[in-house]
Every structure is written in C-alpha cells, then in structure tokens.
C-alpha cells in the first residue's frame, strides 16, 4: 500500500468511527458508502439547485446512500444512468427513463427495481451527463473526496470523459452527511476526479478545486481489475 493509499485509509476509518459513534448511519456501516441520517433531506436541498432543475440527464451510483437521489431524478423526469453494481457487464450502466418506467420511482431507483426494469446500455449509447451523483466517504471544502477504495466512481468517470459525456459543463456532487466533510487534506492521484459540489442536510458547498483525469489512467489498474470488469477488459485488447 502506497503512503498515499494509507493516507486516504486513515481518513476513511475516521470518518467511519466518527459517524458510527454518533449515531448518523445505520449500524455495519463501516467499510461502506454509508446511508447518512438525513439523505431525504440532502435530496430535497440539491433539488432546489439551478443546476438540478437544469439537468437533464442524471448518472449516478448504486449505493443506498444515494437512493433518496435517484428517486428524486426519477421523479423530477430526469433521465437517470445508474451504474451496474461492480460495473460487471460490457453495458456496465442502467438506463432508467422516467417516462417508460412500469415501476413507482422508490422501486425503480433500487437496484433491485433497476436490475427488473432498466435497459443496460454500453458507454458509447449513453447521453451527456448534466449532473453526476458520486457516493463518497469523505469529502474536503476544496473538492477532493474518498470513495471506500474500490475505484468504481473513479472508473466511471473515467470512462464518460473519454466518451465525451461528461465534459467541463458536468457538475459533480457529493451528496452527504455534514460529518463527512472533513477539514484535513485528502491526498489525490492522477485518476482522482474531485467535485464541484457538496451538499448535507444543512448546507450547499462550492468546491473551487476542479480536477478531473483525462480519461483512464491504465498505469493505475491493475490485471485483476481489468479482467473483473469487461468494459475494460474490451478497451485493454
């Protein structure tokens, strides 16, 4: 493990003592993307944004912690791309189209509900993206944000740059528990994006760091990660 990699983990475990001894995520939230108290709350706030009643399209992660999110998309007529937990297919993202759902948005926006009723779609059939939902551990004032070291938000990102749908017009936000905003430096990578906004039940922060990569860092993957993931693994041959 790098000395940023143990960086980046000494924050998470913080933040997830933290909220765990205070009581703001459900018990075994540790080692997760945790659903925070107030995640309806934090929903209603980014909707009452310029910029998400300007969205068209919507891309978001899987994790419960954004669900109130994606219900809220749903619900406003937005057009949502949801990520395939794991990204384990070629069409590694869930179409999700308010105006053909045969499900209520709470059941849509599952993943259960999504698996049932979405149209997997391949990168390159996407739209571009207005708003990017990316689940976090931890973020800081300036943008930069920890997932739980997985590197699914960093892949996903990644790969709509390189596609041209999410451009220098895509806003990123960070929906999440105040407690989550941290105040200490967070070490940042080549294929570390940060975000333009961050937004708890109390407040809405405008980050003023942008970093995004380029496209896929294929120094910073490993062979297992490659193999594991086929939307790469087509692009790696």
């Given at each position: 493990?790098s000395n ?5 983990e000494?924050v998470r475990?913080?933040v ?15 080692g997760?993307?945790?659903g ?12 009452e944004l310029d ?6 399209t ?5 994790d419960w912690?954004?669900l109130?999110?994606?219900?809220r ?5 937005k ?10 297919s070629?069409?590694?993202?869930f179409?999700?189209d308010?105006?053909?759902l ?17 149209r997997?779609?391949s990168?390159?059939?996407?739209r571009?993206?207005d ?5 976090s ?19 996903e990102?990644?790969?709509l740059?390189?596609?041209g ?17 941290v105040?200490?430096?967070?070490p ?11 937004v708890?039940p109390?407040?809405?922060?405008q980050?003023?760091?942008?970093r ?13 990660k490659?193999e ?6 087509a692009?790696f041959?």
């Amino acid at each position: 493990m790098s000395n940023i990699d143990q960086a980046k983990e000494a924050v998470r475990d913080q933040v997830w003592r933290l909220l765990e001894h205070e009581g703001a995520v459900p018990e075994g939230s540790y080692g997760k993307i945790p659903g925070f108290n107030g995640a309806e709350a934090t929903a209603k706030r980014l909707a009452e944004l310029d910029v998400w009643n300007q969205a068209r399209t919507v891309k978001a992660n899987p994790d419960w912690a954004q669900l109130p999110v994606r219900i809220r998309a749903l619900k406003d007529g937005k057009l949502l791309y949801m990520a395939v937990p794991r990204m384990a297919s070629l069409q590694p993202f869930f179409l999700l189209d308010p105006a053909t759902l045969e499900l209520p948005a709470e059941q849509a926006a599952e993943k259960e509900g999504a698996a049932q009723v979405a149209r997997r779609v391949s990168v390159e059939d996407m739209r571009p993206i207005d708003v990017v939902i990316c689940g976090s551990v931890a973020v800081n004032r300036s943008g930069a944000r920890i997932g739980k070291g997985a590197g699914y938000s960093d892949l996903e990102v990644a790969l709509l740059i390189e596609a041209g749908f999410v451009t220098d017009e895509t806003v990123i936000v960070a929906p999440v528990h105040q407690l989550q905003v941290v105040e200490d430096d967070i070490p940042e990578t080549e294929h570390d994006f940060s975000v333009d906004l961050i937004v708890t039940p109390d407040e809405v922060i405008q980050c003023p760091n942008r970093r995004r990569p380029r496209g896929l860092v294929w120094s910073d993957l490993t062979t297992e990660k490659i193999e594991a993931i086929p939307a790469l693994k087509a692009r790696f041959l």
